[in-house]
């Protein structure tokens, strides 16, 4: 099996408009406005990633940041993948990308996101890269649908998992 070659890079400001594109290719992901997705591009482009096919157009995207809080945490808010893209591992290699990069420049050692319990394609994604890093996780509820989405939505389930190996960039 061949896989369509991809470019793994840092995001510009030139992506936030194709960005908004990918993500509303890619429901059922909550789209942000254009302005959000540009702030994504260029304040947080040091913690997301963008997957560029041969013909330079945005096929994979990956946004996260380090919570003021807790800089040793890298939390992944959004993965998406072009549906052209699917089924080929794309979305691993961001995130294994993705990490190394963010350990290696920041020090950080954690990884967390929250994920519905319906969404079984990012649970899969993140246990096997949490496999493929060889650290742990725990999870637990950080938005209750009942308390904080007045049962529109379903839980949040937050994901925690480190310490990254010091050497993470494996």
Request: overall charge negative; charged content about 15%; some cysteine.
């Amino acid at each position: 099996m061949s896989f369509a070659p991809v470019k793994l890079r840092l995001p510009t400001d030139g992506d936030g408009h194709a960005l908004h594109q990918l993500v509303a290719r890619c429901q059922p992901l909550d789209t942000n406005s254009v302005y959000c997705n540009l702030l994504q591009c260029t304040d947080f482009a040091d913690t997301a990633i963008a997957a560029e096919n041969a013909d330079g157009n945005l096929v994979g995207f990956i946004s996260g940041y380090r919570p003021p809080a807790r800089p040793d945490t890298l939390f992944v808010w959004q993965v998406a993948v072009d549906s052209s893209m699917r089924g080929q591992g794309l979305a691993l290699r961001m995130l294994l990308a993705l990490t190394a990069r963010v350990a290696a420049t920041t020090g950080v050692r954690f990884i967390e996101t929250t994920i519905s319990p319906d969404n079984a394609a990012s649970q899969a994604l993140f246990l096997k890269a949490f496999n493929q890093l060889g650290i742990s996780h725990t999870t637990s509820v950080l938005f209750s649908s009942a308390q904080h989405f007045a049962g529109l939505h379903e839980d949040e389930v937050l994901y925690r998992a480190g310490p990254l190996p010091l050497d993470s960039t494996q």
